[in-house]
Structure formats: C-alpha cells, structure tokens
C-alpha cells in the first residue's frame, strides 16, 4: 500500500459538512473536507490491523497505486483552507456501532 498522507472523516462530520455547505451560500468552486488529524495510509491501517489481533503484514511501497491512481504524498489529504471535522480518529474508531457523537436528542412525536 502507498506510504502517503490522507485524512479520514467520521460519516457524522461528512454529513454535517454537506449539510452547511447545501444550505449555505453558493460557492461557485469547490469545498475540500477531511479529518482533523493526517496520517500514512500504511501506518493506520498496521495500528488497526494490531488493534484487532490481525496477523496480516502491511508493506509500504511508494509505487503502489491507489485505486489504479499513482499517489504522492499530497494526493489524498485536503488543501490548506479545507473545511475540517472534529472527530478524531481515536474517538471516531471507540465509538459503539451506531452512536453519532454530534446529534443531538430529538424530541418524541
């Protein structure tokens, strides 16, 4: 797997973020989001596996393509004026099946 940069967002902070962004102004371009926190694909995916008592080993090749893509360091990470979620990773992966940290209760019908 390609030893590069990205930026996981919880579903939650995609959600809200596409919601802002839908009822906001017009934009006229484009909006980059990402996760709060970078991190190599390769070294998140060896912690998770390790996590998880996976025996499976990650190698590291620079060359290897993404999706059929070459990648470089700052293919899969936003730009500098993205629009960033809050969840951290650690929060986001402890999180039971389910719970979504921002929402808030709903009044019963």
Same mark, same amino acid.
């Given at each position: 797997?390609?030893?590069?940069?990205? +930026?996981?967002?919880?579903?939650?902070?995609?959600?809200?973020? &596409?919601?802002? %962004?839908?009822?906001?102004?017009?934009? *006229?371009?484009? &909006?980059? %989001?990402?996760?709060?926190?970078?991190?190599?694909?390769?070294?998140?995916?060896?912690?998770?596996?390790? +996590?998880?008592?996976?025996?499976?080993?990650?190698?590291?090749?620079? *060359?290897?393509?993404?999706?059929?893509?070459?990648?470089?360091?700052?293919?899969?990470?936003?730009? %500098? *004026?993205? +629009?960033?979620?809050?969840?951290?990773?650690?929060?986001?992966? *402890? +999180?039971?099946?389910?719970?979504?940290?921002?929402?808030?209760?709903?009044?019963?019908?």
């Amino acid at each position: 797997m390609p030893p590069v940069l990205f +930026q996981p967002m919880a579903a939650d902070d995609v959600a809200t973020a &596409v919601g802002r %962004i839908a009822v906001g102004p017009p934009v *006229n371009g484009t &909006v980059e %989001i990402g996760g709060p926190e970078q991190f190599r694909m390769d070294e998140l995916v060896r912690r998770r596996l390790a +996590q998880l008592g996976d025996p499976r080993e990650v190698i590291a090749d620079p *060359n290897a393509l993404y999706s059929g893509a070459k990648v470089n360091d700052r293919t899969l990470v936003p730009g %500098i *004026n993205a +629009q960033l979620g809050e969840t951290r990773y650690e929060t986001w992966l *402890n +999180q039971p099946t389910g719970q979504v940290p921002h929402a808030k209760s709903q009044p019963a019908a």
